[in-house]
């Protein structure tokens, strides 16, 4: 008896005003908008977890630190609920002890009942969700970045003039190697958020690639009629080309699944690459190499990222083609010789043939260079 007058004792009288003591403030909006976060709202939210993810950041090593800050998203995100569920359960199970529940706890019993008691508003699971997609958008950007830099820095300014063949022979290292991260990124979404790695098969390089070259075909007649054309060309892919958000809001990042995060991956590095588009110019060589890195990308990004819409309204898989479509675009502004934007095949002096970059991308994946090089991008189904 004694035992249990103590265990009531700790009950306080007033429910409601015990809670308010133990549970994190509610968001000061009507509707609680997490897409118009208050500032107090995101001080408190941010400001623990900053500190987290910074010290990861500064302590860690790279490839752990990336990980880790992945494990916060999904520990925030499963904390929405976990946390909820725990405490209903616990102040419901002390509250009927000896006892006739009162005030907010005059529900029925059920499970469900409490958690809405507690959490009716689903203010604490709001708030815990809102970490999770701030955390969870820092790792995105953070491979973007990663992928960026090696894109930007192999892809374009790596590419020499005089080292680069005038027919090229396939993708260029930094290419697959951004793929390569989109890989490790899909496998460690995989592994923490659950599902499969990959979206879709491996590319065959048959298909066409929906690119606007096909806009123009190489003729006999070149000259003054091909450089208009040519400059039509390029006022028409300006007019379709779609605008992309490139970088996400931390309440934009609502799906935690590969796909998702590596299409948000890639954006962001192949948005990069746009940008340093921009301050360079192309010989004939840099361009026709930059043509294949970009069909070579284009193909293999339904292999990462499924071909269906995310929680922000847009595409994933489309919206990195149409990134991959301005890189060309812009390529083409800066390139030296005219006459070889938006050309779509290769004339090989050789074997007096044209070659177009599909059959160059289908030669690669089937030469002896590609077999180590090939399962370093592509994800196998049983990982």
């Given amino acids: 008896g004694e035992d249990l ?21 509610r968001l000061e909006t009507n509707d609680h908008d997490l897409e118009n976060p208050t500032d107090e709202e995101k001080n408190k939210v941010e400001d623990k977890l900053y500190e987290i993810v910074k010290d990861v950041h500064d302590n860690a090593s790279v490839v752990m630190s990336s990980d880790l800050t992945l494990v916060i998203a999904e520990m925030c995100r499963q904390a929405s609920q976990d946390v909820v569920d725990g405490i209903s359960q616990s102040i419901a199970g002390t509250m009927g002890v000896g006892r006739k529940a009162s005030g907010i ?80 990124t899909a496998i460690d979404c995989a592994d923490v958020f659950g599902g499969f790695p990959d979206a879709g098969p491996v590319s065959t390089f048959t298909g066409d690639s929906g690119d606007f070259s096909s806009l123009v075909k190489r003729s006999g007649g070149l000259g003054a009629h091909m450089d208009a054309m040519k400059g039509l060309q390029l006022d028409v892919e300006r007019m379709f080309t779609e605008r992309v958000q490139i970088y996400p809001t931390g ?26 588009v921009r301050v360079r110019s192309f010989t004939t060589k840099q361009y026709r190499q930059l043509q294949i ?24 898989c489309k919206s990195v083609h149409t990134l991959l479509n301005d890189v060309l675009t812009k390529a083409g502004e800066r390139c030296l010789d005219l006459d070889v934007v938006g050309t779509d ?28 090089i090939i399962p370093r991008f592509t994800i196998e189904r049983n990982h």
């Fill in 345 to 372: 095949e290769f004339f090989d002096e050789s074997s007096s043939q044209y070659i177009t970059p599909t059959i160059l991308l289908q030669r690669f994946m089937v030469s002896e260079d590609s077999d180590e």
């Fill in 293 to 316: 890195d970009v069909e070579f990308l284009r193909q293999l990004v339904p292999h990462y990222v499924k071909d269906e819409f995310l929680a922000d309204g847009t595409n994933g």
């Fill in 105 to 184: 706890f005059q529900a029925s019993s059920s499970k469900e009942s409490e958690k809405q008691s507690f959490d009716g508003e689903e203010t604490v699971s709001e708030r815990f969700n809102v970490a999770a997609y701030r955390v969870l958008c820092v790792y995105t950007i953070n491979r973007g970045c990663d992928a960026a830099s090696v894109g930007c820095s192999g892809m374009l300014w790596a590419s020499s003039p005089e080292r680069l063949p005038s027919i090229p022979t396939g993708p260029s290292p930094a290419a697959w190697q951004m793929l390569e991260i989109a890989k490790m």
């Fill in 251 to 276: 309440f934009q990042m609502k799906e935690f699944t590969p796909s998702a995060v590596v299409a948000v991956m890639l954006r962001t590095a192949v948005g990069a690459i746009v940008e340093h």
């Fill in 5 to 25: 007058e103590e265990e009531e004792d700790i009950i306080p009288d007033d429910p409601e005003e015990y809670l308010e003591e133990i549970t994190p403030s």
